[in-house]
């Protein structure tokens, strides 16, 4: 019988609070060297405030860390640095008016004897690294903030990678990940795994945590409610222990079509181009269907959505509502069209909220008109439409008077969607809207699509998460290169046949099923 592997972690009796908020509470658990090691859990859990605290950005109210079995005292980042410790976040923390190649160095770009930093050789150095991570057409002088999330994410977690680390921490490194990247992640995995490091893995994505991770400790209310060799509990266990009770159905049963389905669009596209982007792309989108759309990082999907509200100027092809032409401008002319049409984007964060204002703020911003008499806001009348929007997405009463940045990501996204629940659209575009959501809120949102749906509104989804796309959508547009690829009904409708098409390969195989 061979000798298991060194305790790498180990975190006794751990607890964390944040005014009445208990994030952690007598958390203990153990990593063994060499393991990447799932930690699951709904938002709000607590893992990313252990995360934090192993990266030394919070510190503990009382309990131990124990490294390789000795005291670890994380006071700060570089305490954390020092004893081997690196996190790739989910909540990207590259600075974007900086260049890759000091993002990469950051603090430690080298300086020459003056104290001035040395930047050829930084560029020198971050081209090395880029390349040795199969990141070389990353141009080390762009400014971050011009990339986009697919590519930040991976240079978050190629930056952690690059400081040689002990132990590893992945927090959610795939949410902005195409199915592509997500390969390549796997190979950074292996290697690193290889060299002996540990790797703790957060994820939502179950299919995931069975790829990479052989061990898994599931946090629930700020504790360790189990932990876990991955090959020796169901997913259904899981989902369980994640959210506390029994998760029956995940995906809500598909409504049957009309055998004669020729009901009318409400929003039809012809031949839309972007230029660089999307080159003669048409869709209908039907009142009470679920459409969805498919597609590698940069294929045109990103375009495609932010044209539809305005977002994005078109270079050529023509938008109709209800039958009529119809010009979009801007993101108003979207909401203000006869039917309402409304987007949740790529980022909620910095694209579909204001975090330093209320739920309530954000909720009624659109249609704030609606409520304003004499110049002055209605607050009781708006207070109230926003209640029972928030009832409707399950999201607490306090929403009215807090900021969205003191919710967990769940449920700023339930947010965003209360805000155009409330304003009514027809249309509902959305940009890969469970990314980063925990599995109890993903069933929750998938329950609101559905009956946004069944309430005779047309949804456009598109999502990085394939079975989403195969267990949600009436059908499915694959896009490749900017152009359609394959577009997907019924018994075609398969992951085998999404990814066929979306890596290029037009001949889709009728109803055969993913494995």
């Known amino acids: 019988m061979t000798d298991q592997p060194a305790i790498a972690v180990r975190i006794s009796k751990l607890a964390k609070s944040f005014g009445p908020t208990v994030a952690l509470q ?5 990593i063994r060297q060499g393991e990447v090691h799932a930690l699951l859990g709904e938002n709000g859990a607590g893992k990313s405030t252990l995360v934090k605290i192993m990266s030394g950005l919070s510190r503990p109210d ?45 603090p430690y770009e ?13 560029e020198e150095i971050t081209r090395d690294v880029l390349a040795r991570y199969g990141l070389d057409d990353i141009d ?15 240079l978050e977690i190629v930056r952690a990678l690059y400081r040689d680390p002990r132990i590893l921490l992945l927090d959610e490194p795939t949410s902005a990940l195409s199915a592509s990247d997500v390969l390549w992640l796997g190979d950074l995995i292996g290697k690193v795994q290889q060299s002996g490091a540990t790797i703790v893995f957060i994820s939502h994505r179950m299919q995931e945590v069975r790829q990479f991770c052989s061990s898994l400790t599931v946090l629930r209310n700020g504790t360790n409610v189990g932990s876990f060799q991955t090959d020796g509990i169901s997913d259904e266990e899981i989902v369980e222990l994640v959210i506390g009770r029994s998760l029956a159905a995940t995906y809500p049963k598909k409504p049957p079509l009309p055998p004669d389905d020729t009901a009318p669009p409400v929003l039809s596209a012809r031949n839309l181009e972007v230029d660089g982007a999307l080159e003669g792309i048409s869709l209908d989108l039907v009142a009470g269907r679920l459409h969805g759309v498919a597609g590698l990082n940069g294929m045109g ?8 509200f305005g977002m994005v100027p078109l270079s050529a092809g023509s938008l109709e509502i209800g039958g009529q032409p119809v010009l ?27 975090l330093e204002m209320t739920g309530r703020e954000n909720i009624s911003l659109p249609i704030i008109g609606g409520f304003v008499k004499g110049g002055l806001i209605q607050g009781a009348k708006e207070s109230a ?22 919710f967990s990501g769940g449920n700023q996204q339930k947010i965003v969607l209360a805000k155009w629940l409330l304003a009514e659209s027809r249309v509902l575009l959305l940009y890969d809207p469970t990314r980063g959501v925990d599995v109890g809120t993903k069933a929750e949102i998938y329950q609101l699509i559905r009956a946004y749906t069944d309430a005779g509104g047309a949804v456009l989804l598109y999502s990085t998460d394939v079975p989403e796309l195969v267990n949600l959508c009436d059908d499915v547009l694959v896009i490749y290169r900017g152009r359609e690829a394959a577009r997907l009904e019924k018994a075609e409708l398969s992951e085998a046949n999404i990814m066929r098409a979306a890596l290029g390969n037009s001949g889709s195989a009728s109803g055969e099923n993913a494995a």
Do not use: W
Request: contains cysteine; glycine residues 6%.
């Open 26 to 30: 007598d958390l203990s658990l153990e």
């Open 62 to 106: 009382h309990g131990d860390i124990h490294l390789f079995e000795e005291a670890a005292h994380i006071r700060g980042p570089k305490d954390a640095h020092r004893l081997g410790v690196q996190t790739a976040f989910q909540v990207i923390s590259l600075i974007n008016t900086l260049t890759v190649s000091q993002n990469m160095l950051l």
């Open 110 to 122: 080298p300086a020459g004897v003056h104290g001035l930093i040395r930047r050829r050789r930084s």
């Open 140 to 154: 080390p002088q762009r400014e971050v903030g011009d990339l986009d999330l697919p590519t930040r994410q991976k």
């Open 301 to 308: 999907q990103r375009e495609l959505f932010y044209s539809l």
């Open 328 to 354: 979009l401008r801007s993101p108003g002319d979207a909401v203000k069209a006869n039917i309402g049409i409304s987007l949740v984007p790529e980022e909620r964060k910095t694209e579909a909220l204001f």
């Open 385 to 406: 439409a926003v209640r029972r929007v928030l009832d409707m997405v399950q999201v607490e009463a306090r929403a009215l008077y807090t900021p969205c940045k003191d």
